[in-house]
């Protein structure tokens, strides 16, 4: 896959079975549908409309349904597919079999499949000024769930579920990050490693976390919290999904 130095390529997290929906939902979470919609194609909608057509999702849990979806939209010649035969196993090989888009040799947005979002936040990836950016949600739900980004006068010091370092204030991470062409190839280096070490029940963030512990001047959270969104883990999500986020996207 050959990018631009310029515009960002995309990288899609869809592998997962999305356990915790319940048995009422059996297709990967990234077709499910809002407004008439699936996620998928607001995904690739979002990232047109902001200049990016290259895009590679990792696919696994019932792969051929989100192969069918992105040929009935007609972006068959603007999607690439990468199988994770181990998609049971940690997110952390799902984008561990990125290697060769995050070694692209351009900038590359990494993002969660799982999503229902305005779609100016990839506006606010691809926009901000600095290295490697992530989103960051201040209006953080308590509890271990929410990936927190933490903060000591103002940098990162944190990047986890349950950090371990001591911070002054944190946010939530919204699942979609922008990193360079020299951060994409070491976070492939990173992924690699860990899968290598035998820690494939990682999730994808720990690897971030690593390249973040490395060098935090490197990397920065633009705020995003006036934008809805909302990660979809379990029912509930799919519930306020469609009646309080949907509803703020207008014809978004």
């Given at each position: 896959?050959t990018?631009?130095?310029?515009?960002?390529?995309a990288?899609?997290?869809?592998?997962?079975v999305?356990?915790?929906?319940?048995g009422?939902?059996?297709?990967?979470?990234?077709l499910?549908?809002?407004?008439?919609?699936?996620?998928?194609a607001?995904?690739?909608d979002?990232?047109?409309?902001?200049g990016?057509?290259?895009?590679s999702?990792?696919?696994?849990?019932?792969?051929?349904?989100?192969?069918?979806?992105?040929?009935?939209?007609?972006?068959?010649?603007?999607?690439?597919?990468?199988?994770?035969?181990?998609?049971?196993?940690?997110?952390?090989?799902s984008?561990?079999?990125?290697?060769?888009?995050l070694?692209?040799?351009?900038?590359?947005?990494?993002?969660?499949?799982?999503?229902l979002?305005d779609?100016?936040?990839?506006?606010?990836?691809?926009?901000?000024e600095?290295?490697?950016?992530l989103?960051?949600?201040?209006?953080?739900?308590?509890?271990?769930?929410?990936?927190?980004?933490?903060?000591?006068?103002?940098?990162?010091?944190?990047?986890?579920?349950k950090?371990e370092h001591?911070?002054d204030?944190?946010?939530?991470?919204v699942?979609?990050?922008?990193?360079s062409?020299?951060?994409?190839?070491?976070?492939?280096?990173?992924?690699?490693?860990?899968?290598?070490?035998?820690?494939?029940?990682?999730?994808y963030?720990?690897?971030?976390?690593?390249?973040?512990l490395a060098?935090?001047?490197?990397?920065?959270?633009?705020?995003?919290?006036?934008?809805?969104?909302?990660?979809?883990?379990?029912?509930?999500?799919v519930?306020?999904?469609?009646?309080?986020?949907?509803?703020?996207?207008?014809?978004?």
């Amino acid at each position: 896959m050959t990018v631009s130095p310029s515009v960002p390529s995309a990288i899609i997290l869809a592998a997962g079975v999305g356990r915790r929906l319940g048995g009422a939902h059996d297709r990967p979470k990234i077709l499910l549908e809002f407004g008439g919609r699936t996620l998928l194609a607001r995904h690739l909608d979002a990232l047109e409309q902001h200049g990016i057509r290259s895009v590679s999702i990792t696919v696994g849990f019932e792969r051929a349904l989100i192969e069918a979806e992105v040929e009935r939209l007609g972006r068959s010649g603007q999607v690439h597919f990468v199988g994770n035969p181990d998609f049971r196993e940690g997110s952390l090989v799902s984008l561990s079999v990125q290697e060769r888009a995050l070694r692209a040799g351009g900038p590359v947005l990494l993002m969660d499949g799982d999503v229902l979002y305005d779609p100016r936040m990839i506006g606010a990836l691809v926009e901000a000024e600095g290295e490697n950016i992530l989103l960051l949600d201040r209006d953080i739900e308590p509890g271990d769930e929410p990936v927190k980004i933490c903060f000591r006068d103002g940098t990162i010091v944190d990047f986890r579920k349950k950090p371990e370092h001591a911070h002054d204030s944190h946010g939530e991470s919204v699942g979609f990050f922008r990193f360079s062409a020299g951060t994409a190839a070491a976070l492939a280096e990173r992924a690699a490693a860990l899968v290598a070490a035998g820690r494939r029940e990682l999730e994808y963030e720990e690897a971030i976390r690593d390249l973040i512990l490395a060098g935090p001047d490197r990397f920065r959270a633009v705020d995003i919290t006036a934008l809805p969104w909302i990660e979809i883990d379990f029912e509930e999500d799919v519930r306020r999904a469609r009646e309080v986020v949907l509803p703020q996207l207008g014809a978004a």
